[in-house]
């Protein structure tokens, strides 16, 4: 017997029920692995409204989740349209969420609690409606599920429609709970990077949001590279690091107000590799990987850079690209020492250093879509 028989019955056996059974099992299969890979919260709202509709054959589901700040319900009906919001306590939802509650209605116009506003403003027709609490692990009510308009010859939901909901509602409560769960760490994660990259900048007296411009116009080559979205944001990510090694570097040399000896320089050269070690102790795939553009930011594609001298595709590419997006902010702000550099000119020195000091392509890239990179500092 293989693992499918039970999905196969003998054809005597299949009756409305079995074929019933069969399509929630295929949906269910269908979905899980659709709904386990997703990682952003509003694809997520999509994808369980979507299989709550086919699981109870409405006209329309959606899953609404509570704003506790605002006191609003909250959802997303469909990829890359607005999400939409209604007051905590209204019509149907509202009651699912001061009860805890489920609700079972044949026509919404004959019941008090129907808040007849969505459908004049959408000029849709709601009769039978189901809603169904979904419970977070405490046992709070963290959002509802609602389908409306059963679809078939029934045009009522059953009890048993009722129950695939709820069925839905625990799956869909732990899968918000959890992806939660991953947005709050990753927030967290970025947050520490964010503060140890400012820690960094502060004391080499680094003009303001030197580390977030780094990030985000490297993130932009990364992307006009043609790198994958997960890959560049990983850079963005990352690259608020790459001085994290100046913390190692004796105030008298960061902070020298005329030419350093060449003592100093070495001295000063030496928080590339200091960053990266601090980094490299990590067993965290993120950390290793800004402990690379630490180590790589000031290699030159000549191989005439520090620490190591690597020479073209030697150095990471995220180190190349952190390399560009660095110069370009160090040339475009004032510093202590120095008043910004006038456009033209820094243009000119992108242009002379391709294939020197930068990539030729990450050069030509950022000349290319300069006005979109550079527009900011115009401002
Ligand atoms: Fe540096
Ligand atoms: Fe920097």
């Given at each position: 017997m293989n693992k499918f028989t039970i999905f196969a019955p003998m054809e005597e056996q299949v009756g409305v029920e079995s074929v019933e059974s069969r399509r929630i099992l295929e949906l269910l299969f269908s979905y899980m692995p659709k709904i386990a890979a997703e990682r952003k919260m509003d694809n997520l709202l999509v994808l369980m409204a979507d299989l709550g509709r086919s699981m109870v054959s409405a006209d329309r589901c959606s899953l609404w989740l509570i704003d506790r700040d605002s006191k609003e319900l909250w959802t997303k009906v469909a990829h890359g349209v607005n999400e939409l919001r209604i007051p905590m306590d209204a019509g149907f939802v509202g009651y699912s969420v001061r009860t805890g509650e489920a609700l079972l209605i044949k026509?919404?116009?004959?019941?008090?609690?129907?808040?007849?506003r969505s459908d004049e403003k959408t000029h849709y027709r709601t009769t039978s409606v189901l809603t169904v609490p979904l419970l977070d692990t405490a046992g709070m009510v963290m959002g509802v599920f609602q389908a409306i308009n059963k679809q078939g010859n029934v045009q009522v939901f059953s009890q048993q429609d009722l129950e695939r909901l709820a069925l839905t509602a625990v799956y869909s409560a732990k899968t918000v709970e959890s992806a939660r769960l991953i947005a709050e760490q990753e927030a967290t994660q970025r947050e520490i990077i964010h503060i140890l990259g400012e820690a960094s900048e502060y004391r080499s007296k680094e003009t303001g949001d030197h580390i977030q411009r780094v990030a985000e116009i490297s993130y932009a080559l990364a992307k006009y590279y043609g790198l994958s979205d997960e890959e560049a944001e990983r850079i963005r990510l990352a690259s608020p690091m790459h001085d994290l090694g100046k913390i190692g570097v004796p105030d008298a040399v960061l902070n020298k107000p005329g030419k350093l000896t060449d003592v100093e320089f070495g001295v000063m050269k030496s928080h590339s590799t200091i960053g990266e070690e601090m980094l490299k102790t990590s067993k965290r795939a993120l950390l290793q990987f800004a402990a690379s553009i630490a180590g790589s930011h000031h290699e030159r594609w000549n191989g005439?850079?520090?620490?190591?001298?690597l020479k073209g595709e030697m150095i990471p590419l995220a180190g190349r690209i952190c390399a560009v997006a660095d110069v370009l902010d160090a040339l475009s702000s004032p510093r202590c020492y120095k008043q910004p550099w006038p456009e033209e000119r820094i243009r000119e020195e992108f242009a002379n250093q391709r294939?020197?000091?930068?990539?030729p392509e990450l050069v030509d890239l950022l000349l290319q879509h300069w006005d979109e990179i550079y527009g900011p500092y115009r401002a």
């Open positions: 026509d919404a116009y004959q019941d008090p609690r129907f808040d007849r005439r850079g520090y620490p190591r001298g294939g020197e000091q930068f990539q």
